[in-house]
């Protein structure tokens, strides 16, 4: 049994690549976690949204509140006013002051798509500053 020892400079080259095989690993394990959670993170729950737990902000000195009935009627105010109306109605009602909030108020059984519409109209008259306005309940422990 012999053991040759030689001395002086090292014969080994240097190795600088890295081993990947253990970073697919994980990332393939990660894919498939990813690909089965994905369906379960879908919620197919009907939710009441009008209630909200938020504190309420502070009002302004003279809101201006748009109002979908349970009927489809919309009402600026207290005055009734028509989809194609709301532009020109709301520039009277805010001195052309397109920075206005706008508190907009529905019935729980208005449609979603009036709602969309009522939205709509009022993005195209160029009010964008819209408040969505529900029932305050208190917070849930």
Known sequence: MGLHLKEGDDDLAENHEINVTPFIDVMLVLLIIFMVAAPLATVDIKVDLPASTAKPAPRPEKPVFLSVKADQR???????????????????????????TIFFQADKGVD???????????????Y???????LETAAKK
């Open 112 to 126: 979603y798509g009036d709602l969309m519409s009522v939205m709509d109209a009022l993005r195209a008259a160029g």
């Open 74 to 100: 919309l009402y600026l105010g207290e005055d009734p006013v028509t989809v194609e109306a709301l532009g020109p109605t709301l520039d009277a009602r805010t001195h052309n002051n397109k920075d206005t």
């Open 128 to 134: 964008l500053k819209v408040g969505l306005v529900g």
